[in-house]
């Protein structure tokens, strides 16, 4: 018995860090994209088809992100030491104002959904309208249709409302694309309220709108951040409709990353770069809005 | 000026018929209990009352006005819900000043009927608790509070006891009847426990499918209930319903003869009702008349008192009896009980209303 006893804290020991061990693993197998596009991003043009494969970048260069953030013209990077360098070169390499577009877009976009979407997501969860079931999948039906076959008759739309081009017409689309998940979403976490609380606040005096605001929105601020994290990095990864509708006017950065592939070769490390750097706004929004996710997943019980 | 009156009310969703031409009349400070099975439509009719739901057919009056047409807001109707409804983000306090800060009352008032209130229910040491730190009896009494801070004409409460454990259940209980008497405040009270509806209630509405079976107060529909289903919903344990003849002076069950009421019936059949609690051990020749015979088929005792489940012939019985007579009962034994003549109600087999004329 003793020794039984003994011997099982190192056996769960043992069990613990193969789980461990397994967990990382598949951790790994996710990440190593990741790092091996940063990788590629760090190399010279000539160490990113190594071969083989090299997994640590030989020689790390800034090169790429020099040339895409800052402008400096790809030409003058090699003479960079020497001084001559041309700031903010204008060409087609410099893709930072393409993330201010990713940025601004994103952001509107996703406080428009939002807006729009909190308002109808509260009358599909409480009122009763004739069609209400139907309702919720003509909502949807918009997401069903491939994008390819929704962009072509937006073009026509937009370039009727003189919308081509425009962050008005970029930020609409995107509010338009999110608008049915964000329905959804949201009605799922009103639905998750009691009516009974809606109707204890009309009892008492409350109309719908200050239910809404007094009672309904404060409860789910989980629910509103989860639907913002959505939006936001919907519309940062959005590409076929920015390429559709709009031309040199708005440009965001997964058009811009497609630039980089041209008939004559491909500028991984520009890409990666690129890509690379408009990783850290999303996770900058991500993580401040997950504060309220977290805060509101623990709200319901005690404290 | 505050009595609800209901005037044909209906309702069914989805064309499945739920009120059924609801005709009720709540008088001014009475406390009314809706008692009924689980999906009778108690709730529908309360929440159609309130303004929740919109009925199909038949008007509400409340005070003498009609409110088809309110607002729920605008009928100054309070209701108490089953799972209490508090505003969960807000604290006791703020959700007892809810209402009227919405009617723009001046902060200092709020304040005083505020205190008020919580000094009757014994919240003031909750003020800032929310709602998910206070048991499910500190719960329910800041949901009675919403209602009564702002002095409504009518409250209304959907079972407010049903999430509560047996002891506070039968406290609260109390404390809504003294509350009431307090404040007779117009009020209908939704239950489907009898022993609320016959402790609480000025008058008790019994309901099924739908409809009114009986309405009177607790005497008249546990004394004389209207028919077989409100004298079987109403008294634990459940009335012996069994079928027999009238034969002259006395009732023929299972080849027993069973004595009859004054004023009953000489002839045809029956459905004889009589409460485990009126029937008495026979103590050899009793003075009352005409002991029956019958076989023990289990006992179950309660504390003060042993329910007995007996045979008859076909039929079983129910009696419950004192502790000490009953203690004597053993499985396969044979004894002899009698009927109070006074308390037997007869129904009619087929409509099931009562007979008796009293
Ligand atoms: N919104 C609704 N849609 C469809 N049917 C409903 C709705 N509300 C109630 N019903 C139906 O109406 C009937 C009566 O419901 P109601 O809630 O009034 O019953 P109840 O007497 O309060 O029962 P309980 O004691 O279980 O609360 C039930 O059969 C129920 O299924
Ligand atoms: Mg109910």
Redesign the interface.
């Known amino acids: 018995m003793a020794t039984a006893q003994k011997t099982r804290p190192t056996w769960r020991a043992w069990q613990l860090s193969v789980r461990a061990a397994a967990a990382w693993a598949v951790v790994a197998v996710f990440m190593f994209p990741l790092y091996w596009w940063i990788s590629v991003s760090l190399r010279h043009d000539q160490d990113i088809f190594n071969k083989p494969p090299k997994l640590f970048t030989p020689e790390v260069t800034l090169k790429s992100y020099k040339v895409v953030l800052l402008g400096i013209s790809p030409s003058s990077t090699s003479i960079e030491k020497s001084g001559a360098v041309h700031w903010g070169e204008s060409s087609a390499t410099f893709a930072l104002p393409s993330l201010l577009d990713s940025v601004y877009i994103g952001v509107a976009s996703t406080l428009i959904t939002l807006a729009v979407s909190l308002l109808a997501a509260y009358a599909l969860s409480r009122m009763r309208f004739a069609g209400h079931h139907h309702f919720i999948f003509w909502v949807l039906s918009t997401r069903m249709l491939p994008p390819v076959a929704v962009a072509l008759p937006m073009f026509f739309l937009f370039r009727e409302f003189g919308l081509i081009d425009t962050y008005t017409g970029a930020i609409l689309i995107h509010a338009l694309m999110n608008f049915p998940l964000a329905v959804l979403l949201l009605k799922s976490f009103i639905d998750d309220i009691?009516r009974?609380?809606d109707?204890?606040?009309?009892?008492?005096?409350?109309?719908r709108i200050?239910v809404f605001t007094r009672?309904i929105l404060?409860?789910m601020r989980g629910g509103i951040a989860a639907a913002a994290v959505l939006c936001f990095v919907f519309s940062w990864t959005e590409f076929l409709f920015i390429l559709s509708l709009t031309q040199a006017g708005v440009n965001t950065v997964p058009v811009a990353a497609s630039t980089f592939v041209t008939s004559t070769g491909t500028a991984w490390g520009y890409m990666a770069a690129l890509t690379c750097a408009a990783v850290l706004p999303a996770f900058i929004f991500i993580v401040l809005v997950q504060k309220h996710l977290v805060r509101g997943l623990t709200?319901?019980?005690?404290? | 000026m505050s009595q609800v009156i209901c005037r044909d009310i209906s309702k069914s969703y989805a064309h499945v018929g739920v009120l059924n031409r609801v005709n009720l009349e709540v008088h001014e400070g009475e406390f009314l209990v809706m008692l009924g099975p689980s999906g009778c439509g108690k709730s529908t009719l309360l929440r159609i009352i309130a303004g929740l739901e919109r009925q199909d057919g038949g008007s509400i009056r409340i005070g003498g006005r009609p409110v088809d047409d309110m607002h729920p807001r605008e009928r100054d109707v309070a209701m108490v819900f089953q799972n209490y409804a508090l505003y969960p983000l807000m604290s006791v306090y703020e959700n007892l000043a809810f209402s009227l800060k919405i009617r723009k009352l001046p902060a200092a008032n709020i304040d005083r009927r505020v205190r008020e209130v919580a000094g009757i229910l014994g919240l003031e040491q909750h003020f800032n608790h929310r709602p998910a730190q206070l048991s499910g009896g500190q719960r329910q009494r800041v949901a009675m509070g919403r209602a009564m801070v702002r002095n409504p004409r009518v409250f209304l409460f959907d079972e407010p006891l049903s999430n509560l454990d047996a002891r506070l259940r039968s406290k609260v209980r109390g404390e809504i009847k003294s509350l009431h008497l307090a404040l007779s405040t117009t009020t209908i009270y939704v239950t489907h426990d009898q022993i609320e509806a016959l402790t609480m209630g000025d008058r008790i509405m019994v309901m099924k499918n739908g409809g009114i079976e009986q309405i009177g107060t607790p005497d008249e529909v546990y004394l004389s209930p209207a028919n077989r289903y409100v004298a079987t919903f109403i008294g634990s344990p459940e009335i012996n319903i069994l079928a027999g003849v009238v034969d002259g002076d006395g009732c023929v069950i299972d080849g027993r003869k069973f004595p009859l009421p004054a004023g009953a019936p000489t002839a045809g059949k029956a459905l004889y009702g009589v409460r485990p609690h009126d029937l008495m051990l026979a103590a050899g020749a009793g003075e009352e008349s005409m002991p029956v015979a019958a076989t023990v088929e289990f006992t179950e005792p309660t504390g003060g008192a042993v329910i007995v489940h007996a045979a008859l012939g076909e039929q079983k019985i129910v009696l419950q009896i004192s502790h000490d007579d009953g203690r004597a009962l053993a499985p396969g034994d044979t004894f002899r009980f009698t009927v109070n003549p006074r308390k037997i109600h007869l129904f009619d087999p087929h409509t099931e209303r009562r007979i008796t004329a009293e």
Not at chain 1, 199 to 207: C, Q, T
Request: hydrophobic share 45%; glycine share 10%; net charge negative.
């Open positions: 009691p009974e609380i109707e204890a606040a009309m009892l008492d005096g409350a109309s200050t009672l404060p409860s709200l319901g019980s005690l404290k």
